[in-house]
């Protein structure tokens, strides 16, 4: 039985997000709001950033998986899955925050519209410590590899 690499994983989604900046609206836009201040980017540039930290990502999988440093499996999973669990429900707060409503509706409607900047706020902060998470494991994983070859060398 072939075992799934977390490299592979990385580079199906990759790939599919360096296919998804070709197809992508170019006008969409994601805003966000924190008190007085608005960050607003296009959704084709967080895609490619996204395209970035997932190619870097397999790329250092890879290199750790072909120089045989073994990181721990399931902090590599609950990275790899959290990631893109968070990134997909980035997107989809993203999605529920830009429909427009029809001009039809009343005040009312307009001031009970839920405010989204809590949980991109949320989201991108499990992201984030997301990747601190990968680091740390990094880390772990050398100096553990360094223990094992000092005590490999006095035996």
């Known amino acids: ?9 990385c580079v199906v989604v990759t790939i599919v997000f360096i296919v998804l ?14 008190h007085d201040t608005y960050y607003v980017a296009a959704i084709n540039h967080i895609v490619l ?5 997932f190619g ?7 290199l750790f998986d072909f120089i045989k440093i073994n990181l721990s499996k399931v902090n590599i999973w609950i990275h790899i899955l959290g990631s893109i669990l968070s ?4 997107f989809y707060i993203n999605y ?3 429909e427009l409503p029809s001009q039809e509706k009343g005040i009312e409607y307009w001031q009970n519209i ?21 680091i740390i494991n990094i880390i772990v994983s050398i100096i553990k590899k360094v223990k094992s ?3 490999s060398r006095f035996k």
């Open 56 to 62: 870097i990502l397999s790329i250092i999988y890879f």
């Open 149 to 151: 070859f000092r005590a």
């Open 87 to 90: 990134i997909a429900s980035f």
């Open 21 to 34: 900046y070709f197809f992508i609206n170019t006008e969409a836009k994601f805003v966000l709001n924190i």
């Open 114 to 134: 839920p405010d989204y900047n809590l949980y991109f706020f949320a989201v991108i902060l499990t992201l984030i410590t997301l990747q601190f998470f990968f």
């Open 96 to 98: 529920l925050s830009n």
């Open 1 to 9: 039985m072939m075992k799934i690499k977390p490299y592979l994983f």
């Open 49 to 53: 950033l996204l395209f970035y930290l």
